[in-house]
């Protein structure tokens, strides 16, 4: 999908503020009332902000429900770019929705659910026999839940990893078929992996850590207490991973590293760094071994999960859980349609068929037993049980995150690039999200 367009608070009262943009929305079919096709089916309408060849397969998706349903008929609208993330917002703001809609982050479900836009879906899930918890990674199923409810449902997931470059690991006298299993040992490989040129330029460097937000669940800490509902951006273990981030900073000098990296493509080139030799470690997803595939395909490589430190602190397996979710719009005419649709949408067969042409995990475990495509390419074998597992972590429910997750990427670029003091920068973290909260709180009446 798109890149995210962060909706904040300010942002949702400001489109509360649009109802000459929902009522053109109204117009153009939203916000409709129940619709028929003219062979008598019930229609629905599904909002997707995936565009390309992942538009493609959802609508190879559609055209197959479409075939496979006597009752329903789905007709399917991307909404992709920034352009078409501002139409969601006004959207849902004048109640002139589509019956579905995918184009809502994850991180951005909790301001949607508490502001009661969105229908829940647990008496529709209990009614199909479905069970969020037994159906679904236990890190999708917690982000899919706001205050108990369920709000939403996904069919993609990811797996953060690191890959390396095994030809370098021989040729600086690691072990290949070791790869680092702790902070220290990522450490040792990255320092051990780069070269300067005779003037101080980099000739190739060992890994460029980034991420205070996923590191942190990584060294022990977290951001959000779920149970007292109150934020913890001073947690000990963010803390430790962004004093940990900052040492790469003053080892390697990021503004070198990143001019450096400008030389190169991007990672969907055959130029990209790591596809040339020039990155050692490289901090990615499983996507990386399509595109390794397809510019690099005589590379050795291999990968391993994000380390912890030796310490004993920390979380083994860590990794985020988030992307599009689908949900079902308060606004929606004809509730039983859309649902008809959600549910054969992110039930295992299409769960698994979307996962494999897009290159991503499923969310769903048995999605992953339908292809066996998830239990025989060896990458799959190892990402699936780690987005399985109990360490992945999607966005906490707090109506506060989307502002909250980009001042988490503020401070890190403020300690990385500027030097700041990590516990102060994430002191001061803490009191500006504890007002905000306590603001949105206001705004909800709560």
């Known amino acids: 999908m798109s890149s995210n367009p962060l909706v904040t608070r300010r942002d949702l009262l400001r489109a509360a503020l649009l109802p000459a943009g929902a009522a053109a929305l109204a117009a153009s079919g939203c916000g409709r009332g129940l619709q028929r096709t003219a062979d008598g089916r019930r229609e629905v309408v599904y909002w997707t902000g995936w565009s390309g060849a992942e538009l493609a397969e959802q609508e190879k998706l559609v055209a197959q429900f479409n075939r496979e349903n006597p009752r329903v008929r789905c007709r399917i609208l991307t909404q ?75 069919v993609t997931t990811n797996t953060a990893f690191i890959a390396y470059n095994r030809s370098i690991f021989r040729e600086v006298g690691l072990d290949p078929d070791r790869p680092p299993t702790t902070t220290e040992e990522l450490d040792r490989a990255a320092k051990l992996c780069t070269e300067y040129e005779a003037n101080g330029s980099f000739r190739r460097y060992g890994f460029r850590p980034g991420s205070l937000q996923l590191w942190a669940y990584v060294f022990g800490g977290q951001w959000y207490d779920v149970a007292s509902g109150t934020v913890t951006a001073a947690h000990p273990g963010n803390l430790a991973a962004l004093t940990w981030l900052q040492s790469y900073a003053r080892e390697y000098d990021l503004r070198r590293m990143q001019a450096f990296q400008t030389t190169f493509g991007s990672d969907q080139t055959p130029s990209g760094p790591f596809f040339v030799g020039k990155i050692a470690m490289w901090q990615t997803g499983e996507w990386a071994q399509e595109f390794i595939r397809r510019y690099a395909p005589n590379l050795d490589w291999g990968w391993f999960a994000l380390p912890p430190p030796a310490d004993g602190t920390g979380r083994t397996n860590v990794t985020p859980a988030g992307g599009s979710v689908f949900v079902i719009p308060k606004a929606c005419p004809d509730k039983e349609a859309a649902w008809e649709f959600l549910n054969w949408l992110t039930s295992p067969g299409p769960v698994a068929q979307f996962c494999k042409g897009v290159h991503n995990v499923p969310p769903l475990i048995a999605a992953a037993e339908v292809d066996p495509y998830f239990h025989t390419d060896p990458l799959y074998r190892f990402c699936v049980p780690i987005a399985q597992g109990e360490n992945a972590f999607g966005p906490p429910p707090t109506p506060v995150w989307p502002t909250y997750s980009r001042e988490i990427g503020r401070v890190e670029e403020k300690v990385m690039l500027g030097g700041a003091d990590p516990k102060q920068a994430l002191e001061e973290l803490q009191r500006r999200m504890e007002k905000e909260q306590r603001l949105v709180g206001e705004d909800l009446g709560r």
Request: proline share 4%; net charge neutral; no cysteine.
């Open 80 to 154: 992709f770019g920034q352009s078409g993330y501002q139409k969601v917002r006004i959207a849902f703001a004048g109640g002139a929705t589509p019956d579905v809609m995918s184009t809502v982050w994850a991180e951005e479900l909790a301001g949607y659910a508490l502001r009661g836009v969105l229908t829940p879906l647990d008496d529709y899930l209990k009614r199909s026999g479905r069970d969020l918890d037994a159906e679904f990674t236990p890190g999708v199923a917690r982000m899919l839940r706001v205050g108990g409810q369920t709000y939403g449902l996904a």
